[in-house]
Structures are given as C-alpha cells and as structure tokens.
C-alpha cells in the first residue's frame, strides 16, 4: 500500500510539478514552511550563503519546504545557485502590474526574476513606509494575479499585547489584509508579534497556540475547507534553539525567520527542527 501510494505521489509529481498535493490531500496534512527574510542584508558575496543553504538541504530528507527572500538584487543569481528545493522571494511588492512608479517592484517583475513567494505587510513595511491592511490586500491580490504566493504577515505591538488586545488586533489586521480567494497554495501566514522581531523575545507556547489558532478560526470562516490547509508560520526571534518548541505548536505550519536566516548554519538548524 505505501509502495501504490509513493508510485502515485511520483506520478503526480512528474504530471503536475507538485510533490505534496495528492500527499497532502490523502492525509490532510499541511507542509511545513521554513522561510528566511533576509531584510536589507546581503551583498553578492552572501550568495555563499545560498549555495551552502542549497547543499545542506540534501542531508535532510524533503518534508518541509525551504525559502529564502533575498533583497530584490540577488533574486536572479540566488535562482541560479538554487538547486529546486530551495525557493527564492520576495520582501514586497507594489500592487500595479507595470508603470511610472519610479524604484518600485510589481509582483510581475518579480516572479519574471525568478521569486515564487512575496512577503507582504511586514511590520517594517507598515511601519516605516505606512503601508496599511487595504494595501496589504492589494499587494496580495497582485501576487495572485502574477502567479506568486503572499506570505502576508500580521502581529500586535507591545502596547497592545500589554492591554490584552493581541487576538483582536490580530484578527482585524488580517481581516483587512487577506485576499479575497485563497487556498494552501495560493496564500501563507505569518503571525509575527511586532516586539518580539529582533529583540530576542518570544511569546510563551501557550501564547503562540492561542493566536495560531484564532488565525486558523478566521482562515476557515473566509476561506471553508481550504482555510484548513494555509500555513500559519510564526515569526519573532526564532532561534536554533527555539525552533523545536514553537514549530511543535498546534497550528504552527513553519517559521518566517529575521537574523538567524544570514547563515546557512543556523538557518538549516532550523530547518533540521522541522524534518526531524
Ligand atoms: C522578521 O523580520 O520577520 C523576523 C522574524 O525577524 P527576527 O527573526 O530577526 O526576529
């Protein structure tokens, strides 16, 4: 039976270019996501950094998916040095397919350069250029028409954690920042708490479950059965040695990871978290 089933898999495979679909709808389970952002940092020297990322991907067995989301210069030669299973992104995108938007990206230009994946919202992103849930949702949407999946990211500030407001801001931000369709293949979460981000702070598990499960509550009112499937990763100072606790979270589906996604080393000691 497992050997039909494994045939079957790699039958899809071949067909469709999906490894996990028919898998996933066999058992309903949901691929882990391991996501670096690397933020403003990397220069053309940091490529190593892929290129050992992408080597040491093959001492792990294939059960979770790997990205990494380079600045926008290094979106092309990081493809070059990826080997398939190491994804390339992006860290945003401007909502227009093309036109005067001087410095911008569209999503277009950026799945043409070679990213399948852009994050959209991050709370460096709302806070430093204002960018709000509407656009949030416009910048989701045009990563659906151009065929690239949004990791859209949403959290509380400290203020509002302290005032027993984090579900209910939560929920309201991403409400508004969702996409009006959306299933496992076309959408990713990312609950990152706005003051756990580079500060070496991190929600308690219990914390972290309670969230993730709200988050699936809504994804399933607006999105039925496919809300099952969504990743919901978290983010915020994720370390080597967190990794195991948080990703064991019920509805914890993968990480969106900051500084420990610079190397290679930390990065797939991440990863080895959630393979093992
Ligand atoms: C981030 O910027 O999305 C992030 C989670 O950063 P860090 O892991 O450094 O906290």
Redo the contacts with the bound molecule.
Sequence with gaps: MTFYFYIACRFQHSLLGERTNLFKMVTGMVRTLIAG?W?MNGLKSSLEEAKKTTQMLNDFPDKADCLICPPSTLIVPMKEVASERLHVGAQSCHPEASGAFTGDLSAEILADAGASYVIVG?SERRSEHGERSAYVQEQAHACLRAGVTPIICVGESFAQRERGETKDTVVRILRKSVPTLADSETLVVAY?PRW???TGLVPSSDEIAEVHGVIRELLIELYQDRGRGIRILY????KPGNAAEILAIDNVNGG?????SLKADDFMAIYAAAVA
């Design positions: 952002n933020k991050h990152e756990a981000i580079g983010g915020g100072s994720m969106l990871i900051g500084g420990a």
